[in-house]
Every structure is written in structure tokens, then in C-alpha cells.
């Protein structure tokens, strides 16, 4: 992250601190160091989306989106901001992409600030197909589904819950492999895959809930 | 599908979506792309719809945008003040008073009746319905706003406790209370549950500040002379243990 990157924790902290206090320069500074984060993990998440923006204008509503995200983190004397603890493992952007996902995912999927939730969805298409075959009615649901639910699921996961799925789930490691790679336990690491099914089970039940369909 | 096939789908969704992003988009964000680079980006662009979009999308911000965000980023900073605030939804407010239930007490001024309402992430709980506990992280956003079927007299206060199994504190936000009575606490999960974590129990109080009991004080009861409750149980996990 530009002037930041280069910069211990504690500089960063003090930085981030004087801005917030008013430090109009370092606040400049901050604010040209942080856009860049916030928007490749808007524009990401609009591009795994687009399917429901229906021919708007995906760069004002990417603007607007970048726009949302600010104001939440630096919201209430930037309180957010202020949780980054370095010992915990994350850089300050990956603290901040870390925030901005998760935000954006947020905005997207309540429809507090979302412009396409009330454009028609993948719901709709599942009408419309409804007199196809079965079985790609399944798939498409289902891929569906798994669409609604990765978001979920990166709106939930903790840093480190996120590099334990990624490492188990994404790259397919053994538990031991996983073990080895982050020098945790094989215990260790047999909980949190323990922790991350179930939380799957929960947000399918959330999404079953909300939707009245199966998972 | 066992939860376990969910996973390994969900891991396939993960790496296809991001093998579907253009490894040149994110540097072209970061104003990273050489000239060459940029030109070689808009030619595949011309040649393929769906990189056209997703360029319109990663292209860095303007300076209008930029200069948008520092104004966001400075109103959104600055410092709260305890002004009078207007949630208190005075037309409901007046349309209400007829059902208006006042407490009447020796020697403490009656309050109106009033209505909870808890807010985290999209999780809501309201007085009016059992709440149901959840899980939520530390880092969570959190509100507790409680509002009076009428505009109160005389001087409304608030106190939030947090009950764990073993103690009970006093929160250390401070609620803000509006010009007709309203009370609110907001901040994240772990401010408000004074850095507790694990199943917690909010107890907020409104009326007079010394009509308050402690919350083991009440019997099982949600109101008294001069008082109202509302109680909440969350489980609050840590950033760093939550999955």
C-alpha cells in the first residue's frame, strides 16, 4: 500500500491515529493509500454479482459502493480502523480488505445500499426456466445457491478462518499438509475444520430460512 | 450433500471465480501497468466483452472520486457529539400516546412506556418479541436503541450492564439520550460487552438514573418505579477464534 507498506506497525498505528485526530495531511495520505483496497474488493465482488446489475452502470455503482465502504470505516472516530492489531497477523491493507469485503458484502446482500436488489434475479431465471429439464434446474439452483453462499461465507469468516478454508477447501491440502504450512496442530486444525462445516451448516440453514429452499 | 461436499464445492466456485479475473486487473487498479501493459489490456478488451467490463470496473479513481472519499472519510471521522438527536420518531410517538402506560411511582416521576430495539449486523431483536439469542463477532457493529411511546419529562437517563455467569459490569459506553427521551448505546460488540467474550447477557436500563436496580436487583421483572428493562444474550466470539 503506497507510503504505508514501507512502514512499521507502530508508525502506521500513529499515522492512522493523527489522521484520525485531523491531521488533514495525513489524512490525504490515508485516504490515497486505502482506495485502492476498498475499490479492487468492490470491483471483485461486483464481477462475481454482475449477473444481477442488469445492464447499469456498473462503474457509478461501484463509485457509490467505494463511497459506503469509506463511511463505515471511518465511522464513529474511525473505530474500525482502529481494531487493526498487528499481532494478529494481517498487514493494515489486508486488515482493510479484510473490513471492505466483508462491508461490501454486507451492503450487497441486505439491500440497505444495493441498487440491484431490486432488479429482477437468478430467482426470477429459475421461474422462467421452470418448465426445462430437472436437471438442469438442479444445477442451475444449485450453482445458485453456491453463489449465495460463498458470499455468505466470506462476510463471516474471520482472517484466520479464511486462510484455513482456503488452505483446506481451495487448494485441497491435507489436514497435515494444512498443519505443517501454518505450524498449527493437526488438533488444531481438525477444530477449525470442525468449526468451518458447521458454520456452513449454519448459513445454508440462514439461506434456507430466508429463501424457504434446500440446500 | 454432506457438509464436507459443500466445502470442496465452495472451494471450486472460489478458485474458478478467481480464475475468471484478469491477473492485469488489480495492478491496473494500483496504477501499476506499464504502458504496453495498458495497451495490450485494452486491445484483449476490445476483442472480449466481459474484460471490457470488469476493465471499466478495476480502472483506477478518478481524482473527483478520490477527492469525494477524503470529504467521506472526514465527516464520517469526526468527532461525535452529544447533540440532540431526532430518532425518536415523534409522529408515532404522538399517534401512541393514547396507549401510553405510565409507571407511577412514590417519589420518583413516572416514565413513559418504552420499546427496545437491538441492532447487529442484520440481526434485529425488539422488546415486543422473546429475543432469540445469536452469535456475533467481537468487531460486530451493535446498537441499542430504546425509544418512549410519548416524550418524556424530566431528566431520562440509561445504564447498560453486561451479565456473564460468573459477574455482572457496567458497559463502559456511555448511552446518548435525545431531547425527547430516547436512549441509545452503539459501538462494536466488544466495546459494549466491556471487552467480555463467550455467552453474555446485555441488560439496558432506562428512566431514572437512581430508580435503576442492578440487574440481580429485579426479581425477573422488566419494569419498576421509574424504570425499564430489556435484556438480550449474545454469544460474542473473538476475531481471531471465530471461524
Known sequence: MAGLDERSADEIQE?????????????????????????????????RRKQQSRGRDLRTDLEDLVQEVFAALFAREGRALRQWDPSRGLSFAGFVG????????????????????????????????????????????????????SERLRERLSPRGRQYFSLLYVENMSVQDAADSTGTTKQALYAWRSRLTKMLRELRNEIESDEGRHV | MSDDDVAYQLGELMT???????????????????????????????????????????????ADVQAKLTTTARTSSAKVRRLPWVGAGVGVVLAAAAAVLLFSTAGVEAIPQYTFKAE???????????????????????????????????KIDGALWVVTADRAVRSPVAPEVSVNGAVRWLGVARELSAGQTGPVKFVAF?????????????????????????ELSVEIQPLGAAP
Do not use: C
Open chain 2, 206 to 230: 432506562v428512566g431514572r438514573a437512581n430508580a435503576f436496580p442492578e440487574p440481580d436487583e429485579r426479581g425477573g421483572v422488566t419494569t419498576g418505579n421509574g424504570w425499564q428493562s430489556f
Open chain 1, 15 to 47: 499515522w492512522v491515529d493523527r489522521a484520525l485526530k485531523g491531521d488533514a495531511e495525513r489524512m490525504d495520505a490515508l485516504v490515497a493509500a486505502l482506495a485502492p483496497v476498498v475499490h479492487t474488493r468492490a470491483a471483485r465482488a461486483m464481477l
Open chain 2, 120 to 154: 447487529a449486523g442484520d440481526a434485529i431483536w425488539r422488546s415486543e418479541a422473546k429475543p432469540k439469542s445469536r452469535t456475533l463477532r467481537e468487531d460486530s457493529e451493535m446498537s441499542i436503541v430504546s425509544q418512549p411511546a410519548r416524550i418524556a419529562s424530566g
Open chain 2, 16 to 62: 474458478e471465480q478467481e480464475q475468471q479475473i484478469d491477473p492485469r486487473l488489480e495492478r491496473l487498479a494500483l496504477g501499476e501497468l506499464s504502458d504496453d501493459e495498458m495497451s495490450a489490456l485494452l486491445r484483449d478488451a476490445e476483442q472480449d466483452e466481459k474484460l471490457a467490463e470488469a476493465v471499466s470496473l478495476f480502472r483506477p479513481l478518478g
Open chain 1, 98 to 149: 479484510f473490513l471492505a469485503e466483508r462491508e461490501v458484502g454486507m451492503l450487497m446482500r441486505t439491500g440497505k445500499r444495493n441498487p440491484w436488489t431490486e432488479d429482477p434475479t437468478m430467482d426470477d431465471r429459475l421461474v422462467y426456466l421452470s418448465g426445462q429439464d430437472e436437471g438442469v434446474m438442479e444445477r442451475i439452483e444449485s450453482r445458485d445457491l453456491l453463489d449465495r453462499l
